[in-house]
């Protein structure tokens, strides 16, 4: 059984380009959440989808960042015209419900993020 | 500002020593989990804590709920070079969201 896989693992890109980064959950979590880690801060919670919907993006910066969890394939972190302020590693996590006081929250390997 | 403190930043110890480390806020939280993140990887759980003056353990750390569910401990006992990594606590606020202190760097040297 497979854990959650994100790809690419690292991803260059120079400022004003788009960056894409793809997250295939655990097989049979239908929950979906991405979170920002910066070097000596925690992670930030970002955005929460359950397929084909967006629960929360109460984390998402307003403008060039969209994230989608459409009902084939894997989730999106869509992030337009970089700046050198998006680098930093992204990752993603699943779980098969949300109860807090039970759930477990799977993550990735994460994408970093770099941009030149 | 963070909303969970973690305390200390940086711990570098012996194998074979004690050391407990502290996740801190003025905030209530339904629960609370402890992550050890390694470079390069996500963050693995360790454990849940849900009843304030919970106690749990998992073979040689124990996990503290705050009677007050507003912070928590770790420690660790007789430290080995396996446990190092960085340790992460997180609260979840109610929802699905969890919010994450910005960590503790442990090294453990044989």
């Known amino acids: 059984n497979a854990g959650v896989m994100q790809n690419p693992r690292h991803l260059v890109r120079r400022r004003g380009q788009e960056a894409r980064l793809r997250c295939s959950p655990m097989?049979?979590?239908?929950?979906v959440y991405w979170y920002r880690q910066l070097p000596e801060e925690g992670l930030k919670f970002m955005v929460y989808l359950q397929k084909e919907n967006i629960i929360d993006e109460s984390g998402m910066p307003k403008e060039r960042f969209s994230a989608e969890f459409p009902k084939e394939g894997p989730s999106i972190l869509r992030i337009q015209q970089v700046v050198r302020g998006d680098s930093a590693a992204y990752f993603c996590?699943?779980?098969?419900?949300?109860?807090?006081?039970?759930?477990?929250?799977?993550f990735g390997s994460g994408t970093q993020l770099s941009v030149l | 500002t963070q909303l969970l403190e973690q305390s200390p930043q940086f711990l570098s110890i012996q194998e074979g020593e004690n050391l407990t480390v502290y996740c801190n806020s003025s905030s209530v939280f339904s629960s609370l989990q402890w992550y050890r993140q390694e470079p390069g990887e996500g963050p693995v759980l360790l454990v849940t804590v849900v009843t304030g003056g919970e106690v749990k353990k998992l073979k040689r750390l124990t996990f503290q709920f705050g009677d007050a569910r507003k912070d928590s401990s770790l420690h660790i006992t007789a430290a080995q070079p396996g446990d190092t990594g960085l340790y992460l606590c997180?609260?979840?606020?109610?929802?699905?969201?969890?919010?994450f202190g910005a960590g503790t760097i442990l090294r453990v040297k044989s």
């Open positions: 097989k049979g979590h239908s929950h």
């Open positions: 996590a699943s779980s098969l419900n949300w109860d807090s006081t039970n759930e477990k929250l799977f």
């Open positions: 997180a609260g979840a606020l109610g929802g699905n969201k969890l919010v």
